[in-house]
């Protein structure tokens, strides 16, 4: 892997990869792609293999074909979390850490105990009156200081489940992907906003502007 090249993430069926079907895929970070992009993608891309529940649609197993991988279960963490598990917030796990549920040593470093999570919901978690756990059906319940219990779920692989727009954050911008994929994104969003004309729905514009800070 190119250490000069921003990383980029495209969720994919197998199906779709090997050109069997057209099935809705995934650029994190920015949202629905139709299928021939992501497999054009993914023609010069490092791939890890994902198995889910087609019943919950949530991660299994994973493989990797990277030459230094970090540790499985790390792998494995984030591949089933996808983003930071606070519930109002879609910044990649890739961009976060690894937090004990419970804290180290009283809490084990396993799969059941560790979540992503963004350096901004990390420190929530630890600030007096606020409380996180994980429930036995694998949602993770945020307690605010006003007793407001809140949950969030693993990612949903299924490709129907996909979420149909995911805000920026810390993904890759438009400025530090690469130009061409910037131009087919670019000529994807014109024939949508030409489509939804069409329909008489409008879309804005896109300024392309960097979002904001959390």
């Not at 650029?27 to 299928?35: F, N, S, T």
């Not at 598990?85 to 009283?106: K, N, V």
Request: aromatic fraction near 6%.
């Amino acid at each position: 892997m190119n250490p000069g090249k921003p990383l980029v993430q495209v969720l994919m069926p197998f199906s779709t990869l090997i050109g069997a079907d057209d099935q809705p895929c995934e650029l994190v970070g920015h949202g629905p792609i139709p299928a021939d992009l992501a497999r054009d993608i993914a023609a010069d891309a490092t791939l890890k293999r994902l198995v889910y529940d087609p019943l919950s649609g949530t991660v299994l197993d994973h493989g990797r074909t990277t030459y230094r991988p970090p540790t499985a279960l790390a792998d494995h963490v984030r591949a089933r979390d996808v983003c930071c598990r606070s519930p109002i917030c879609r910044r990649r796990a890739l961009d976060g850490h690894l937090d004990h549920i419970t804290p180290y040593p009283d809490g084990p470093t396993n799969d059941k105990n560790l979540h992503a999570c963004c350096g901004h919901d990390h420190r929530m978690k630890h600030a007096p009156g606020w409380g996180v756990r994980a429930l036995p059906d694998g949602r993770i319940q945020w307690i605010t200081p006003t007793g407001h219990r809140y949950h969030s779920r693993p990612h949903d692989y299924r490709p129907d489940e996909f979420p149909p727009d995911l805000p920026p954050d810390t993904a890759p911008t438009r400025r530090e992907l690469p130009k061409d994929l910037v131009a087919r994104l670019e000529r994807l969003e014109r024939d949508r906003r030409t489509t939804a004309l069409w329909d008489g729905e409008v879309i804005p514009p896109d300024d392309n502007e960097d979002p904001p800070p959390f």
